[in-house]
């Protein structure tokens, strides 16, 4: 299939990002690029481990050099980390791409997240803190030009759902 756009998916962290961007690849017979996995591979550190030993500020400063050499390429489907979709992002992302906003219930979202010990942003967060970051970033995610509401749906349903929303 050609688009001649990028398919970017965005949300909080357990979403299905990863998952569900692969998914949506092969259905659609596209390239997929996991950011997150791109960034281990080049710093052969796991996102975790980048965060403990070099920060969050590295972090996210390669994160968005990552993000904004992947938002050049052509049909395909790019899964962000949660907090990449900051304000550089989102303004290339909107101009070149279409975002769509992987959006699940806070209390799904918080269980997958205390089940996974290997989310940095997470690991320091009370069940509160992490319902205000996803309230937080909610507000980001909205500006994503489709919202997917994933809640109670099998992956393959929430792959259909996509492409039913994109018109494909």
Known sequence: MKLN???ILIGFMGVGKSSLGRLLAKKLNLKFFDTDFILEKKTKMKVF???NKKGEPYFRNLER???LNLLNKKNSVISLGGGAFNEKVRKVAQKN????????SAKTLIDRIKKNNKRPVASNLSNNQLKD???NR???YSKANY???CENMAK??????????LKL
């Open 156 to 165: 393959t349903e929430i792959i259909d759902k996509i492409v039913h929303s």
């Open 65 to 67: 050099k990552v993000v």
């Open 5 to 7: 756009k990028n398919l």
């Open 97 to 104: 791409c279409v975002t769509i906003w992987l959006n699940w």
């Open 49 to 51: 481990e980048i965060f």
């Open 147 to 149: 919202k997917i509401e």
């Open 138 to 140: 909610s507000k980001i």
């Open 133 to 135: 970051l996803l309230i």
